[in-house]
C-alpha cells in the first residue's frame, strides 16, 4: 500500500517536518511487521531560499509560494501508484493567504485524503475557516490530536463527526533514561533543571518565566533554566534575534546570569529526550490559549516530565488528572508559587511524573503509525466501494438564502455606496451611477420574484440618483461624492449602456406606474446618446437595454431600427477582428466579456437575423474555449487580461465577468432551450461559491456580502456594491432558471428568503 505523504519534511527545521518524518518511519515499521509492501512517496513543502538535500523518500518538492508546482503535484501523485495521501496541515507551510494554494492541489487529487491537522482555530479569519471547510469536504478522514479538536470542527466547521479521527501526537519510543545519567551527560549534574523547547518566538512568553525566577533561585540557588531550540525561521527572516537578545538582557537584568542558559539550536530528537529527562520540571509559558496542538507538550509528556504549564487547549487537556500544574497566562508570581511547591515536595512531583509517563505510553510513535496504517487500509478498501463519495463536486444546489443585508449596508437616501472596507462602506469613495444601475437591476429583479414593498424603497432610491445624475442632453455623469458634489461632467460609456440596461428591466415588470412613467422617461431622454456610442461594452449594455424593453413595445419600428444600428456596430468589430483562431469583436478580452455575445443572442430574440445567432454562438465558443477549459469557470484575470497574441492573465479574477457570464448561459438557454447551458450557468455561478482557482469561495455567508475579486494569493476582502450586485445578480437568476425550469433541477431547492 503505496502512501503519498505532504508536509515539510527534514533536513527543513519544521516541527511539522519532523512529524511527518516520524509518521513516515513509524507507518513503515508497522507496515512491515504486518509484511504489507510499502514504498512511501514524501512531497515535500519547500523554499527556494534553501537547497535542501532531503532523503531518497522525497520524490517531489513544492516551492512554497509557487502556484503551479502544487497542480503538477496533484498531476504526480494522481500518476502514480499510490493508493492513499497523507497531508499534515498548518496554515504558514503553505503559499498563499493562510495557506490558501493546498486547496487546488487537494482538488486535484484522485486518491483518498487523510488530513492531520495540526492548528485549529476557535475564531478564524474567513479564509481560515474556508480552508478547513473545504479540506474537511475533501478529506476521507480528518486525524486531530485533542477532544476540543473534535469539538470545533463540528461546532465550527460543521465538519461531520463520523469523519474526525482522535489520534494523539506521537513521541518517539526512546529508552527513559535516569535522571541522574542524563543531567552527568550534559554537565548539569548538581543543578535542579528547569527547561523549554521549541523554535523560539515571542508567543511562547519566555520572559513570563525570566520574572518568576529570581524568588524561585533565592530559595533554590542551583536552579539552572535552559531554553532549548533556534529561533523560528520566520521570526529569523522578519525580526533577527531581537527577541532572543531581549530574553538574553532581561535574564541579565534580573540577575540570572548563572541560572539560565539558552541553547541556540535546532537538535535532534535523541538529544532532546535527554534534555527531557536530564529536567525536574518542564515549562510551557504560552501566552494565550489558542494552542489545539503543542509537539513540545506531547514529547514532555512522553518522556514523563513533571510539566507546569499556562492553559492554552493542549495543555488542559494532556495535563488533566493530575498530570501536571497549570498557571495563568502571564503570571509570572503564580509561576514562581508552583515552583517553589514542586520543588520542595519531591512526592508530588515524581506522583506527577509517573501519571504522565503512563499516559505518554499510549502516544509512542509504534503505536501512533499502527493507528494511522488501520485508518489507511479501511480508507483505502472503502474507497474501492463508494469513490464517489469522497468525489463529488460542490454540491451548489443548496442556496445561500436572498438577503439584502449587505446592500441596505451599503445605501443611503442618496443611493448606493461604492467601496467598502472590508464589510464596511466607505463614504469617501461616494457613489456612481455604474452601481447604482446594477442595484436598480437587481432590485427589479429582486421584485419580480418576491414582490417584498420593503425592495420597492430600495428601488426608490437608485431611480432617483439616476434621474439626479442625468444632464439635460440625455446623458449622465457617473460619480458623486459623499456631500453630494458631482465629480465630472459626463460619465463613460460603458455607465451610459448599463444604465440602460437596468432601465429596460425595470421596464419588464415596474412596481407602479409612477416607476414605469419614470423609467420612460429617463429612457427615452438618452436616445440622442445611443448613435454616439463607440465602446463595444457600453452598444452592448444599451442594445440589452433596447431589447428588454422591445418585449412590451413589439410594434415601436423605430425602437428596433436603432436597436439593429446598434447591432451592426458590434457585428463591424467582429467582422474587423475575428480571425481563424480569434473569434472575438476586439483585439482583447478584458471585462464583461460575455456580454457582447449575450446582446447578439438578446437582439437575434427580438428580429430574428440568424448572422447575430452564428457571431453569438461563434464568440460564445470562443470564449468557452479560454474560460471554461479547466473544467471549472476561470475569467479572464485583470492583471493584464488577453491581448491577442499574447497569454491570458489567470489574477485578478472578478464578480462581475462571472455575472455576465452566468447571465449569457441563461440567455443562450433561453434561445436554444438546450439544458447543457442550464448546467453551464451553473457552473459559473459556482465560482461565488469556491469552485474557482483556489478553491475559496466570494460569498460571505455572514455579511451576505461578497469579495471584490481572486487574486493570485487569495481574496480581495473588501465587499464593495459591484461584487455584490454581481453575486445576487447571478443569484436570482440561477433561482430564475430553478423556477421556470423546475423539471431539470428537481434535486435544487433554495435555502428559503431573508429578504
Known amino acids: 500500500m503505496k502512501i503519498a505523504y505532504i508536509g515539510t519534511y527534514p533536513p527543513k527545521q519544521c516541527g511539522i517536518g519532523t512529524f511527518t518524518n516520524n509518521l513516515v518511519k513509524a507507518m513503515a515499521l508497522e507496515m512491515s511487521s504486518r509484511k504489507i509492501s510499502n514504498n512511501a512517496m514524501v512531497i515535500a513543502i519547500s523554499d527556494r531560499e534553501n537547497n535542501y538535500r532531503y532523503p531518497e523518500e522525497v520524490k517531489l518538492a513544492i516551492y512554497q509560494n509557487q502556484q503551479q508546482d502544487y497542480i503538477n503535484a496533484a498531476k504526480f501523485i494522481n500518476y502514480s501508484d499510490a493508493r492513499v495521501c497523507i497531508l499534515q496541515h498548518e496554515f504558514g507551510i503553505f503559499g498563499g493567504d493562510d495557506g490558501i494554494y493546498i486547496l487546488p492541489l487537494l482538488h486535484h487529487l484522485e486518491i483518498p485524503l487523510i488530513a492531520t491537522l495540526h492548528t485549529i482555530l476557535k475564531e478564524p479569519s474567513f479564509i481560515q475557516r474556508s480552508i478547513i471547510e473545504e479540506i474537511g469536504r475533501k478529506a476521507a478522514r480528518i486525524v486531530v490530536m485533542s477532544h476540543r479538536a473534535v469539538d ?14 482522535l489520534i494523539q501526537h506521537g513521541v518517539p519510543d526512546l529508552d527513559r533514561m535516569s535522571r541522574k545519567t542524563a543531567k552527568q551527560k550534559h554537565g548539569l549534574s548538581g543543578r535542579t533543571v528547569l527547561l523549554t523547547f521549541g523554535l523560539i518566538g515571542r508567543n511562547k512568553g519566555i520572559e513570563t518565566i525570566l520574572n518568576a525566577l529570581p524568588d524561585v533561585v533565592s530559595k533554590h540557588p542551583d536552579i539552572l533554566y535552559i531554553l532549548l531550540g533556534a529561533t523560528h525561521p520566520n521570526v529569523l527572516r522578519y525580526s533577527g534575534e531581537e527577541y532572543r537578545n531581549y530574553l538574553i538582557r532581561l535574564a541579565k537584568n534580573l540577575g540570572l546570569d548563572k541560572n539560565v542558559y539558552f541553547i541556540n539550536e535546532f537538535t535532534n530528537e535523541e538529544t532532546l529526550f535527554e534534555y ?42 494532556l495535563l488533566d488528572q493530575g498530570r501536571g500544574r497549570l ?18 515536595d519531591v512526592v508530588m512531583i515524581e506522583n506527577i511524573r509517573e501519571k504522565a509517563y503512563d499516559y505518554g505510553k499510549k502516544t509512542r510513535w509504534p503505536r501512533i503509525g499502527k493507528e494511522y496504517v488501520s485508518l489507511a487500509e479501511h480508507i483505502n478498501g472503502k474507497w474501492k466501494k463508494q469513490k464517489e463519495v469522497y468525489t463529488q463536486p460542490l454540491d451548489i444546489r443548496i442556496l445561500p438564502a436572498f438577503s439584502l443585508d449587505h446592500i441596505r449596508r451599503l445605501t443611503d437616501e442618496t443611493g448606493i455606496i461604492q467601496h467598502a472596507t472590508y464589510s464596511i462602506p466607505n463614504f469617501k469613495e461616494g457613489y456612481c ?92 431622454k438618452s436616445l440622442p446618446i445611443f448613435e454616439e456610442l463607440k465602446s463595444p461594452r457600453a452598444i452592448a449594455n444599451t442594445i440589452m437595454g433596447t431589447a428588454s424593453y422591445l418585449k412590451h413595445a413589439q410594434d415601436d419600428e423605430k425602437m428596433i431600427g436603432i436597436m439593429n444600428d446598434l447591432v451592426s456596430l458590434l457585428v463591424s468589430g467582429y467582422e474587423k477582428y475575428s480571425g481563424e483562431r480569434w473569434k472575438w469583436f476586439e483585439e482583447i478580452l478584458a471585462y464583461d466579456n460575455a456580454l457582447l455575445p449575450m446582446a447578439l443572442y438578446s437582439a437575434y430574440e427580438i428580429n430574428g437575423n440568424e448572422l447575430l445567432l452564428h457571431i453569438a454562438n461563434e464568440s460564445t465558443e470562443f470564449l468557452e474555449s479560454v474560460t471554461m477549459s479547466k473544467g471549472f469557470f476561470c475569467p479572464v484575470g485583470n492583471n493584464g487580461w488577453f491581448v491577442k497574441g499574447m497569454k491570458a492573465a489567470e489574477y485578478d479574477q472578478q464578480p462581475v465577468d462571472t455575472m455576465a457570464m452566468t447571465l449569457l448561459y441563461y440567455q443562450i438557454y433561453q434561445v436554444t432551450k438546450k439544458t447543457e447551458y442550464l448546467e453551464k450557468m451553473f457552473r459559473c455561478y459556482q465560482w461565488y461559491l469556491g469552485e474557482n482557482s483556489l478553491r475559496i469561495p466570494l460569498f460571505d455567508h455572514e455579511t451576505k456580502g461578497c469579495y471584490d475579486g481572486l487574486g493570485e494569493t487569495g481574496v480581495n476582502r473588501n465587499q464593495g456594491a459591484e461584487s455584490t ?9 440561477v433561482l430564475d432558471a430553478e423556477e421556470k425550469e423546475h423539471l431539470y433541477f428537481k434535486q435544487f431547492h433554495a435555502a428559503g428568503k431573508e429578504i
Open 725 to 733: 450586485l454581481s453575486y445576487w445578480i447571478s443569484h436570482l437568476t
Open 433 to 524: 451611477l455604474d452601481d447604482n444601475s446594477r442595484a436598480l437591476m437587481m432590485t427589479a429583479m429582486a421584485y419580480r420574484r418576491y414582490r417584498d414593498k420593503d425592495i420597492i424603497s430600495l428601488m426608490y432610491v437608485y431611480l432617483s440618483f439616476i434621474m439626479y445624475m442625468q444632464r439635460e442632453n440625455g446623458n449622465f455623469r457617473n460619480y458623486l461624492s459623499f456631500s453630494r458634489e458631482y465629480m465630472e461632467e459626463y460619465g463613460s460609456e460603458d455607465s451610459f449602456g448599463r444604465t440602460i440596461w437596468a432601465l429596460g428591466q425595470l421596464l419588464i415588470s415596474p412596481p407602479n406606474d409612477n416607476f414605469r412613467q419614470m423609467a420612460r422617461g429617463i429612457f427615452f
Open 152 to 165: 470545533y470542527l463540528k461546532t465550527i466547521y460543521k465538519i461531520p463527526g463520523e469523519k474526525i479521527d
Open 276 to 317: 527531557l529527562n536530564a529536567c525536574d520540571i518542564y515549562v510551557t509559558p504560552y501566552l494565550n490559549e489558542a494552542q489545539i496542538t503543542s509537539g513540545s507538550l506531547s514529547y514532555a509528556i512522553g518522556a514523563g516530565c513533571a510539566v507546569v504549564s499556562t492553559p492554552y487547549w493542549h495543555a488542559l487537556e
Open 327 to 344: 498557571f495563568d497566562f502571564r503570571n509570572s508570581s503564580q509561576l514562581t508559587e508552583i515552583l517553589n511547591e514542586l520543588l520542595t
